[in-house]
């Protein structure tokens, strides 16, 4: 029995604190994380796309400097 009500206790302090997570005001709630996260994403991809593209931009040269000659 003593199990029971510690599981219990636990479980209901567990949804107390996710509860308080979701209304808390002060700390910003899971929707604001989200958007942060996702606007990371988005700058964080953008950012390697234009490093990627810089990237290929060389080596593309690279390889049709000899058509130049005609070889």
């Known amino acids: 029995m003593i199990k029971w009500n510690s599981i219990r206790k636990s479980s209901k302090k567990f949804k107390e604190k996710v509860k308080e997570f979701f209304v808390d005001e002060y700390g910003g709630n899971l929707v ?5 996260i996702g606007l990371a994403l988005f700058i964080f991809f953008i950012i390697v ?3 990627t593209s810089l990237l290929d931009w060389p080596l593309d ?11």
């Open 32 to 36: 604001e994380y989200a958007l942060l």
């Open 49 to 51: 796309g234009v490093m």
């Open 61 to 71: 040269l690279a390889n049709n400097f000899l058509e130049g000659f005609g070889a």
